[in-house]
């Protein structure tokens, strides 16, 4: 059965590819950036939160939200680069919202938000990461 909203998504298809990644990368970009103008806050809180190796791991995170996130803004190796971010928003959310473990000052309910909605980000991480990319959607050509 023909889906009568086809045409009209096939219309909006680039657009929609286009505010997905961009929206997607701004969701790491800015985080990325944050953390350098805040590096000793984020570095206590993962240290609360008892990330091994804290501040190895926010020295490498920061590169990576900021390249990743730009790579996904102007459609560059963005299979690559929402695996490597799906791989993070896992690590992420095993480590800073870990919603099962009291913090003092903490908000469990929050963390739980928190996690959930991180589980939604990396489902669409791994959705731009297993689309093909532009070349294998070409079709073949014929050879004569």
């Given at each position: 059965?023909?889906?009568?909203?086809?045409?009209?998504?096939?219309?909006?298809?680039?657009?929609?590819?286009?505010?997905?990644?961009?929206?997607?990368?701004?969701?790491?970009?800015?985080?990325?950036?944050?953390k350098?103008t805040?590096?000793?806050?984020?570095?206590?809180?993962?240290?609360?939160?008892?990330?091994?190796?804290?501040?190895?791991?926010?020295?490498?995170?920061?590169?990576?939200?900021?390249?990743?996130?730009?790579?996904?803004?102007?459609?560059r190796?963005?299979?690559t680069?929402?695996?490597?971010?799906?791989?993070?928003?896992?690590?992420?959310?095993?480590?800073?919202?870990d919603?099962?473990n009291?913090?003092?000052?903490?908000?469990?309910?929050?963390?739980?938000?928190?996690?959930?909605?991180?589980?939604?980000?990396?489902?669409?991480?791994?959705?731009?990461?297993?689309r093909?990319?532009a070349?294998?959607q070409r079709?073949q050509?014929?050879?004569?």
């Open positions: 059965m023909n889906n009568p909203l086809s045409p009209f998504l096939d219309t909006l298809s680039r657009p929609m590819d286009i505010a997905g990644r961009v929206l997607l990368g701004l969701y790491f970009l800015i985080p990325g950036l944050t350098v805040g590096f000793s806050g984020t570095l206590a809180y993962m240290e609360q939160h008892g990330v091994p190796l804290a501040l190895p791991v926010l020295l490498l995170t920061i590169p990576l939200q900021i390249g990743c996130g730009l790579a996904l803004i102007f459609n190796q963005v299979r680069a929402a695996f490597v971010l799906a791989g993070m928003t896992l690590l992420i959310n095993v480590f800073m919202h919603f099962w009291d913090y003092p000052g903490g908000n469990p309910q929050h963390e739980l938000q928190n996690f959930i909605k991180n589980l939604g980000i990396f489902a669409g991480l791994l959705l731009l990461a297993a093909p990319t070349e294998r079709p050509q014929p050879v004569a």
